[in-house]
């Protein structure tokens, strides 16, 4: 059987370095989001407004498992809606109005975070909420312009150099707020939590201002496509077109699996690292956090670039898989620091393969896909499988520290899932094979 409709050639010029620095733009733009929200300063600003326990719909919370399951409850609602959307955006040929859509929605949302109030707890994880999913609707439309803007050869660069450009953009204004939080009197603020509030509006504003440079310069409609109503049922049947031919592939289902449970490990450090060095690092101030953040962003540029080149050299799924198990190392040191050094050098590992895992499975995942013209469809699988890693991740995170109370063990079970997607990304065929009915 056919494993996709005939393929119709986008109408842009691919590997066209102007497209390409646009839609690169946007991970300068949305990456302030999971830099400075969920992986540093909210995060500690959460922790520091809120009590230990906290009481929500008469339950009582330790307050980093309930952010954890906000997250969760997120990532989930992205899982829910995103693949119907994705088979309307490509029915259509309107993936950059949702891209806006969403972009809006989670910059809006960081700007509200000003006014988080412990006391009103439910509108503020709200917020968090609808950010999380604003930045992941969005970067699945995002990711689905890969395959039409570079041509096979040239993806795993052009998906570093995006990674590249959001862990620049995203270091520079997690500077900026750092020196606000820490000299608030150069900048004419007060002490307290006001330069941290003041923070996540700029987020909002970074994120849906620099946003604009990719609007302008991506394609409303890259396959010209001239439709009328019915997008809802229309949406429906691309999407059940598109799990049709995923179900009949070997290499791209298998690799989708595998990166599917190492993901899983890969999202929860991102997310949770923050709250495991507040609460298990002996004597780290919260500047010192912020700076272990920071070091893991300038590495993971240098590991984008260094693990898109050892893919030229090896495979993209060898290269990965090299990657995973230096992941596996990671979890099972990190639960036997203890001191803010040790956490540091463990940070520079962490960006080294933070970097070359997030850009490696992008562009492996692009290049694996048959030839289509049913991009966002495709990638809403992907991001499925990411965001349904996120929520599992997250809840055995925050699950696993209720239980035991403490933080090394839920960094344990993350090692496990890195060690079953590396066994899994062996099992991932070198060659695509069609399953045939």
């Not at 830099?35 to 520091?48: A, D, G, Q, R, W």
Request: aromatic share 16%.
């Amino acid at each position: 059987m056919e494993i996709t409709q005939p393929y119709v050639a986008p109408k842009i010029e691919k590997n066209n370095r102007k497209l390409i620095n646009g839609w690169a733009m946007y991970d300068w733009a949305n990456s302030v989001y999971s830099l400075v929200i969920t992986s540093s300063i909210f995060p500690i600003f959460f922790e520091n407004v809120t009590p230990a326990r906290v009481q929500l719909f008469g339950k009582t919370f330790l307050n980093s498992a309930l952010y954890s399951y906000t997250l969760s409850f997120a990532f989930l609602v992205v899982a829910l809606i995103i693949p119907l959307l994705s088979g309307i955006a490509d029915y259509s040929g309107k993936k950059k109005s949702f891209m806006k859509i969403f972009c809006y929605t989670g910059g809006i949302a960081c700007m509200g975070l000003y006014f988080f109030d412990p006391g009103h707890l439910a509108i503020g994880l709200i917020l968090v909420a609808l950010a999380a999913i604003g930045y992941s609707g969005s970067q699945v439309f995002y990711n689905a312009y890969l395959p039409e803007i570079a041509t096979h050869d040239r993806q795993d660069n052009v998906s570093a150099r995006g990674f590249a450009l959001g862990y620049i953009g995203s270091m520079i204004l997690l500077v900026i707020n750092l020196a606000m939080i820490m000299s608030p009197d150069t900048f004419g603020l007060s002490e307290g939590s006001l330069p941290a509030r003041i923070s996540f509006v700029m987020v909002g504003l970074w994120w849906i201002g620099f946003a604009q440079v990719s609007f302008i310069r991506l394609p409303a409609n890259v396959f010209g496509k001239k439709v009328k109503g019915e997008y809802l049922y229309r949406g429906y049947l691309e999407l059940r077109k598109v799990w049709r031919e995923l179900k009949n592939t070997y290499r791209l289902k298998r690799f989708l699996i595998a990166f599917f449970v190492f993901n899983m490990g890969v999202q929860t450090v991102m997310y949770m690292a923050v709250i495991f060095g507040k609460n298990e690092i002996d004597g780290m101030p919260d500047s010192g956090l912020i700076i272990s953040i920071l070091i893991i962003q300038i590495i993971a540029v240098i590991g984008a670039y260094a693990f898109s080149w050892l893919s030229s050299v090896l495979s993209n799924t060898q290269a990965l898989g090299i990657n995973v198990f230096i992941w596996i190392i990671v979890c099972y040191v990190a639960y036997s620091i203890h001191t803010p050094v040790e956490f540091y050098i463990l940070a520079g590992l962490v960006g080294l393969v933070m970097g070359g895992i997030q850009a490696l499975s992008r562009s492996t995942y692009s290049k694996f896909l048959p030839e289509t013209v049913d991009h966002a469809s495709y990638f809403s699988f992907y991001e499925v499988c990411d965001k349904i890693g996120i929520v599992l991740g997250t809840f055995f995170f925050g699950f696993v520290f209720e239980i035991t109370t403490d933080l090394r063990y839920s960094v344990l079970t993350i090692g496990s899932f890195f060690v079953v997607g590396l066994i899994l990304l062996f099992l991932v065929p070198k060659q695509e094979r069609i399953k045939k009915n």
